[in-house]
Nanobody, 123 residues
Framework: QVQLVESGGGSVQAGGSMNLSCAAS????????MAWFRQAPGKEREWVAS???????YYADSVQGRFTISQDTAKNTVYLQMTSLKPEDTALYYC?????????????????WGKGTQATVSS
């Protein structure tokens, strides 16, 4: 059974940085999307960034230029490096893995999800 485990969340001040990790087990990353989404209290889950086989990467406009998604295929781990953090980046960050095809920025594309890691940015 595929398992995704996020880590690296915490609390930082605005302008700071944070690195998130998502370790995947029993998942074939080849030709599959892996992504980060986030959900703030009272809001819907929002797409952040996606990556496929460490080649194709896409970002939401709100994080473009500040966040970087990367992948260590040997460790089957996806990372999200977050810089210049803003209070509006505060959310529970989820890792998703796709195995059925679909658009990289849609929640419905992803079959598997982790439980999330909280990132809090204070002003």
């Amino acid at each position: 059974q595929v398992q995704l485990v996020e880590s690296g969340g915490g609390s930082v001040q605005a302008g700071g940085s944070m690195n998130l990790s998502c370790a995947a087990s029993k998942f074939n990353y080849r030709n599959s999307w892996m992504a980060w989404f986030r959900q703030a209290p009272g809001k819907e889950r929002e797409w952040v960034a996606s990556i496929m086989t460490n080649v194709f990467t896409y970002y939401a406009d709100s994080v473009q230029g500040r966040f970087t998604i990367s992948q260590d295929t040997a460790k089957n781990t996806v990372y999200l490096q977050m810089t210049s953090l803003k209070p509006e980046d505060t959310a529970l960050y989820y890792c998703g893995a796709e195995a059925k095809g679909g658009t990289y920025d849609h929640t419905s594309t992803y079959n598997f999800w982790g439980k999330g890691t909280q990132a809090t940015v204070s002003s």
